[in-house]
Nanobody, 122 residues
Framework: QVQLVESGGGLVQAGGSLRLSCAAS????????MGWFRQAPGKEREFVAL???????YYADSVKGRFTISRDNAKNTVYLQMNTLKPEDTAVYYC????????????????WGQGTQVTVSS
């Protein structure tokens, strides 16, 4: 069973940067398509980025040009580099394993981490 653990969240001022990490268990990490979602209080869980096992990447329009998803298969880890952060980026950030269906929808993912809090002050 896949287990995911996020880290790297924290408090940062607008315009700053953070790098989130998601460490995965298992010996088949290189075959996973890995996504990042976020959820702010009172709002639905929102797609942020996806990286495929083959290296292709997809981003939400709201983060395109500011965030970069990457992976290190030797470390069983996926990263989310977040630059030029805005207060509206404040949320709990989750990593997840894509299964099937529309990659923008949370129901298309079958394994989730516990989340890490990102707070951007103005």
């Amino acid at each position: 069973q896949v287990q995911l653990v996020e880290s790297g969240g924290g408090l940062v001022q607008a315009g700053g940067s953070l790098r989130l990490s998601c460490a995965a268990s298992g010996r088949t990490f290189s075959t996973y398509n890995m996504g990042w979602f976020r959820q702010a209080p009172g709002k639905e869980r929102e797609f942020v980025a996806l990286i495929l096992s083959g290296g292709g990447t997809y981003y939400a329009d709201s983060v395109k040009g500011r965030f970069t998803i990457s992976r290190d298969n030797a470390k069983n880890t996926v990263y989310l580099q977040m630059n030029t952060l805005k207060p509206e980026d404040t949320a709990v950030y989750y990593c997840a394993v894509y299964a099937l269906g529309d990659y923008r929808r949370p129901n298309s993912y079958n394994h989730w981490g516990q989340g890490t809090q990102v707070t951007v002050s103005s």
